[in-house]
């Protein structure tokens, strides 16, 4: 049968569709995100038991691991005399019988009726002239005969699950669907595709990713769907890339840049090679008539606000505008006040826009903007939020683009007659293979070089009981002329938590162990002039002590802080912990930063803290925090629409990452409509499977 054929409707029936799924079922299934046969059918197993080889119960050999089938014959607890229970199932088929003994289990004899049958693994030992396995892996699969062919005699998957749904229940439902799509499953890759990634046809892998016949099949099926994770992805990436370079409505903006060089030669300081060699990649960029679509990666601290700065210099020095838009109000102020001090004296006209700001004001800068009264607008999501139009933008600049999400990006060029120049900066750094899954749409440039000078930050880890040597730091550092910032993972005590909250605890320490020095608070739940106020007297010196919550994690610049104290370092992620202690040894004196941890800090959590404590280079962080939660976390995936990774890890696949790269960016160059007959399968699946899936995310 041609598969090209196929259609994709049967599989977008309900789950329901399915022998032994009811609506109440249905819910449960739901959990997982399983709605549809074709769900049901992408729900991979995450792991395997192999249970091939079934040994008749009368040739188990005393010493040798097997798996075996059998009948349930006895059920027999008692209470033993060092044990507090035995219990002792008794198993057998027509070659023998052999004892399951559980110690201090009771709660299985339950699980165990006479007359179902097991399939069991393990080691079988001869005790007191009995042949018996001692807690043996074991699992009851029913008594149907048929069914038990699910369960034992092969490769078995095991699924992940929800509450509601047993593990033989989720079996036995994606068998269901399995043998009811059999015949049905659509390819989705060209043969040519299948050929060049070197991966067996959808149908095939399917069968094999769920009922393996033998390991090198399942391996063979993981590629295939692995690639399969990355392709899709990538074709989506370069679709809307190409989308936007046929757009063409941002203007180049070719040499020679005056302004640009103007603003270099007025900064306080000398660039960095690795500033300068970037702002050189952006310039190129620019004045190609396919633009600027570039993501800047750097090291906390290392300067991506002069950059994106200068690169507005770019389009301002033709007569275009540029907007900068920070992830919170705290930093697009900062950004604000900074664009000034080099802007000013250029002639440069900067606005702010906000969401605080009052209306009347609010009004007010939108205008300018629309008339083209200011040249540089920096400010929050509330920059795309309200439909702002521009005289003429000519370049868009996101700051701290992980904090956003995939989707804003998208809207931001939402109007195609407004295509700016596009550039994005995150200091969240990540292998350049991840980095081309998640931003493949954009080139990507790396400062990977810090300011000279930049001081060094020391991170130690503290016992909760030595708090108050941590005070007294902290005061000897208010002493010498420092600033601290006190973090706590959250704003309020919750009831349910023994967490400590920054309100609470700001109160105390204004009382009592910094009852000499003044000390503020900001968090996210103030108002917006209450946060501006706490920071600005932060900055001024007024205060010396800030106590905090993740408000300060991205972008806060007060180059006088030297110290941060992080109470219950547990609660966060590394990635986060490396944002958060770029904040300090950004001025004069050395930084360091304490983590103090909480009574109940696991072993784990000490483990990776002082991973954190023994590196600080931002990229040896990251991959640590990838290896440890995953690309998926990290990068808010599910939360902006982009289908998560269940089986590719961008990091140890990256030669699939390359693979399928290659061959998207080839079939998109040559068909970007995918209208190509031979592109057909592709088209169909991206179009009618994958393309839906991300609008259901988006919405859901
Ligand atoms: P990030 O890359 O984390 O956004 P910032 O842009 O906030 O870093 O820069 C951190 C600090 O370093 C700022 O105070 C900035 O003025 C300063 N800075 C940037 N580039 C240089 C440089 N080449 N030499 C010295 N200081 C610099
Ligand atoms: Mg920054």
Same mark, same amino acid.
Not at 1 to 13: A, I, K, N, V
Not at 214 to 229: D, N
């Given at each position: 049968? =041609?598969?090209?054929?196929?259609?994709?409707?049967?599989?977008?029936?309900?789950?329901?569709?399915?022998?032994?799924?009811?609506?109440?079922?249905?819910?449960? #299934? =739901?959990?997982?995100?399983?709605?549809?046969?074709?769900?049901?059918?992408?729900?991979? +197993?995450?792991?395997?038991?192999?249970?091939?080889?079934?040994?008749?119960?009368?040739?188990?050999?005393?010493?040798?691991?097997?798996?075996?089938?059998?009948?349930?014959?006895?059920?027999?607890?008692?209470?033993?005399?060092?044990?507090?229970?035995?219990?002792?199932?008794?198993?057998?088929?027509?070659?023998?019988?052999?004892?399951?003994?559980?110690?201090?289990?009771?709660?299985?004899?339950?699980?165990? $009726?006479?007359?179902?049958?097991?399939?069991?693994?393990?080691?079988?030992?001869?005790?007191?002239?009995?042949?018996?396995?001692?807690?043996?892996?074991?699992?009851?699969?029913?008594?149907?005969?048929?069914?038990?062919?699910?369960?034992?005699?092969?490769?078995?998957?095991?699924?992940?699950?929800?509450?509601?749904?047993?593990?033989?229940?989720?079996?036995?439902?994606?068998?269901?669907?399995?043998?009811?799509?059999?015949?049905?499953?659509?390819?989705?890759?060209?043969?040519?595709?299948?050929?060049?990634?070197?991966?067996? &046809?959808?149908?095939?892998?399917?069968?094999?990713?769920?009922?393996?016949?033998?390991?090198?099949?399942?391996?063979?099926?993981?590629?295939?769907?692995?690639?399969?994770?990355?392709?899709?992805?990538?074709?989506?990436?370069?679709?809307?890339?190409?989308?936007?370079?046929?757009?063409?409505?941002? +203007? +180049?903006?070719?040499?020679?840049?005056?302004?640009?060089?103007?603003?270099?030669?007025?900064?306080?300081? =000398?660039?960095?090679?690795?500033?300068?060699?970037?702002?050189?990649?952006?310039?190129?960029?620019?004045?190609?008539?396919?633009?600027?679509?570039?993501?800047?990666?750097?090291?906390?601290?290392?300067?991506?606000?002069?950059?994106?700065?200068?690169?507005?210099?770019?389009?301002?020095?033709?007569?275009?505008?540029?907007?900068?838009?920070?992830?919170?109000?705290?930093?697009?102020?900062?950004?604000?006040?900074?664009?000034?001090?080099?802007?000013?004296?250029?002639?440069?006209?900067?606005?702010?826009?906000?969401?605080?700001?009052?209306?009347?004001?609010?009004?007010?800068?939108?205008?300018?903007?629309?008339?083209?009264?200011?040249?540089?607008?920096?400010?929050?999501?509330?920059?795309?939020?309200?439909?702002?139009?521009?005289?003429?933008?000519?370049?868009?600049?996101?700051?701290?683009?992980?904090?956003?999400?995939?989707?804003?990006?998208?809207?931001?060029?939402?109007?195609?007659?407004?295509?700016?120049?596009?550039?994005?900066?995150?200091?969240?750094?990540?292998?350049?293979?991840?980095?081309?899954?998640?931003?493949?749409?954009?080139?990507?440039?790396?400062?990977?070089?810090? &300011?000279?000078?930049?001081?060094?930050?020391?991170?130690?880890?503290?016992?909760?009981?030595?708090?108050?040597?941590?005070?007294?730091?902290?005061?000897?550092?208010?002493?010498?002329?420092?600033?601290?910032?006190?973090?706590? &993972?959250?704003?309020?005590?919750?009831?349910?938590?023994?967490?400590?909250?920054?309100?609470? %605890?700001?109160?105390?320490?204004?009382?009592?162990?910094?009852?000499?020095?003044?000390?503020?608070?900001?968090?996210?739940?103030?108002?917006?002039?209450? $946060?501006?106020?706490?920071?600005?007297?932060?900055?001024?010196?007024?205060?010396?002590?800030?106590?905090?919550?993740?408000?300060?994690?991205?972008?806060?610049?007060?180059?006088?802080?030297?110290?941060? #104290?992080?109470?219950? &370092?547990?609660?966060?992620?590394?990635?986060?912990?490396?944002?958060?202690?770029?904040?300090?040894?950004?001025?004069?004196?050395?930084?360091?930063?304490?983590?103090?941890?909480?009574?109940?800090?696991?072993?784990?959590?000490? %483990?990776?803290?002082?991973?954190?404590?023994?590196?600080?280079?931002?990229?040896?962080?990251?991959?640590?925090?990838?290896?440890?939660?995953?690309?998926?976390?990290?990068?808010?995936?599910?939360?902006?629409?982009? +289908?998560?990774?269940?089986?590719?890890?961008?990091?140890?696949?990256?030669?699939?990452?390359?693979?399928?790269?290659?061959?998207?960016?080839?079939?998109?160059?040559?068909?970007?409509?995918?209208?190509?007959?031979?592109?057909?399968?592709?088209?169909?699946?991206?179009?009618?499977?994958?393309?839906? $899936?991300?609008?259901?995310?988006?919405?859901?």
């Amino acid at each position: 049968m =041609e598969t090209g054929s196929r259609s994709y409707e049967p599989l977008q029936q309900s789950s329901q569709f399915i022998k032994g799924v009811g609506p109440a079922r249905q819910v449960y #299934l =739901e959990r997982l995100g399983i709605r549809t046969v074709e769900d049901l059918i992408m729900h991979f +197993p995450r792991a395997y038991l192999d249970r091939r080889n079934l040994v008749p119960i009368g040739r188990l050999v005393p010493g040798a691991e097997a798996n075996f089938v059998g009948t349930i014959l006895a059920v027999s607890p008692r209470a033993g005399r060092r044990a507090r229970s035995i219990l002792t199932v008794a198993v057998g088929d027509e070659s023998g019988v052999v004892n399951l003994v559980y110690f201090n289990q009771p709660y299985l004899e339950k699980y165990f $009726k006479q007359g179902e049958r097991v399939v069991a693994s393990g080691e079988m030992t001869i005790y007191r002239g009995a042949r018996q396995l001692v807690s043996p892996e074991c699992e009851v699969i029913g008594s149907d005969l048929t069914e038990s062919l699910i369960h034992a005699g092969r490769i078995v998957p095991v699924y992940p699950l929800t509450a509601g749904i047993s593990q033989r229940m989720m079996r036995r439902i994606v068998h269901g669907a399995l043998e009811k799509s059999a015949g049905a499953v659509p390819e989705n890759f060209t043969p040519a595709l299948m050929e060049e990634f070197d991966v067996p &046809p959808r149908a095939e892998a399917l069968a094999a990713i769920h009922y393996p016949e033998s390991l090198e099949r399942l391996e063979r099926a993981r590629r295939r769907f692995k690639i399969e994770e990355v392709f899709f992805l990538h074709l989506l990436l370069m679709e809307r890339r190409a989308r936007q370079s046929r757009a063409r409505t941002r +203007p +180049p903006v070719p040499p020679p840049h005056p302004l640009l060089e103007r603003f270099v030669a007025g900064l306080p300081f =000398e660039l960095t090679a690795a500033q300068r060699r970037v702002l050189g990649e952006i310039a190129g960029d620019v004045e190609r008539s396919a633009g600027l679509n570039r993501l800047v990666q750097g090291e906390v601290g290392c300067g991506k606000t002069v950059v994106a700065l200068a690169a507005a210099m770019l389009a301002i020095g033709k007569g275009y505008q540029a907007a900068l838009m920070a992830p919170t109000e705290i930093l697009a102020v900062q950004h604000r006040d900074r664009a000034r001090g080099f802007c000013d004296r250029l002639g440069v006209r900067t606005a702010l826009l906000i969401g605080a700001l009052p209306k009347a004001e609010k009004i007010r800068v939108q205008e300018e903007i629309r008339t083209g009264a200011v040249d540089l607008v920096v400010g929050t999501h509330a920059l795309i939020q309200d439909l702002i139009s521009f005289k003429e933008l000519g370049l868009a600049v996101i700051d701290e683009q992980h904090r956003f999400g995939v989707k804003q990006r998208a809207r931001f060029a939402a109007e195609e007659s407004l295509l700016p120049h596009y550039l994005v900066m995150t200091a969240t750094p990540i292998p350049r293979s991840l980095a081309q899954t998640v931003y493949g749409d954009l080139d990507l440039s790396i400062i990977d070089e810090l &300011p000279r000078g930049r001081r060094r930050v020391e991170t130690k880890l503290v016992p909760a009981d030595e708090r108050g040597r941590v005070y007294g730091g902290i005061r000897a550092a208010f002493e010498r002329g420092e600033q601290a910032f006190i973090l706590y &993972p959250l704003v309020q005590e919750s009831e349910r938590t023994d967490l400590l909250a920054a309100t609470e %605890e700001f109160e105390r320490l204004q009382r009592e162990e910094f009852a000499a020095h003044p000390i503020g608070l900001l968090h996210g739940r103030m108002s917006f002039e209450e $946060k501006a106020k706490a920071i600005e007297l932060f900055r001024r010196g007024e205060i010396l002590g800030l106590v905090t919550t993740t408000v300060i994690e991205v972008g806060v610049d007060v180059p006088n802080a030297s110290m941060l #104290l992080v109470n219950h &370092p547990e609660r966060f992620g590394l990635a986060q912990l490396h944002q958060l202690r770029g904040r300090v040894g950004r001025g004069g004196a050395d930084g360091s930063c304490w983590l103090l941890l909480g009574d109940d800090a696991g072993a784990a959590a000490r %483990e990776r803290l002082a991973f954190f404590a023994a590196h600080d280079d931002g990229f040896a962080v990251a991959e640590e925090d990838l290896r440890l939660r995953g690309p998926g976390e990290i990068w808010g995936y599910r939360q902006s629409g982009t +289908p998560g990774f269940r089986l590719i890890n961008p990091l140890g696949d990256h030669e699939l990452v390359r693979l399928s790269w290659d061959a998207a960016g080839r079939i998109i160059g040559r068909d970007p409509g995918l209208a190509l007959p031979e592109h057909r399968p592709v088209a169909r699946y991206f179009n009618r499977s994958y393309k839906p $899936k991300l609008a259901l995310a988006e919405i859901g």
